[in-house]
């Protein structure tokens, strides 16, 4: 599967954003979903996932009432949408996806990764 992330970009504290990452696979597989993190000088941290079928959503704490990870089954298309964006949540965002099914939060969990986007916010 080809992930590609689109939808970062500079705003200011308090804007909203819509990330967008495009999940398909020639063969038609469903894989669940992950959006990740990286500030720079840290570490890549877990935001949110989605199961394949959209019925289970799981979120960092840090993120939590947010964020919001969705996804068209129909287009495989899966969204995180961020609102009342803060400064520390400037960073590269990358979709990521997972043979295996379940809630994961760990990076070695996700096989297949994205380019990242960036989102910059400006207090």
């Known amino acids: 599967v080809q992930l590609q992330a689109s939808g970062g970009g500079l705003v200011q504290a308090g804007d909203s954003l819509r990330l967008s990452c495009d999940a398909s696979?020639?063969?038609?597989?469903?894989?669940?979903m992950g959006w990740f993190r990286q500030a720079p000088g840290k570490e890549r941290e877990f935001v949110a996932y989605?199961?394949?079928?959209?019925?289970?959503?799981y979120y960092a704490d840090s993120v939590k009432g947010r964020f919001t990870i969705s996804r068209d089954t129909a287009t495989n298309t899966v969204s995180l949408q961020i609102r009342s964006l803060k400064p520390e949540d400037t960073a590269v965002y990358y979709c990521?996806?997972?043979?295996?099914?379940?809630?994961?939060?760990?990076?070695?969990?996700?096989?297949?990764w994205g380019q990242g986007t960036q989102v910059t916010v400006s207090s």
């Open positions: 990521a996806a997972k043979r295996n099914y379940g809630v994961a939060t760990m990076t070695p969990s996700y096989d297949y």
């Open positions: 696979a020639r063969s038609g597989a469903t894989y669940d």
């Open positions: 989605i199961s394949r079928s959209g019925g289970t959503t």
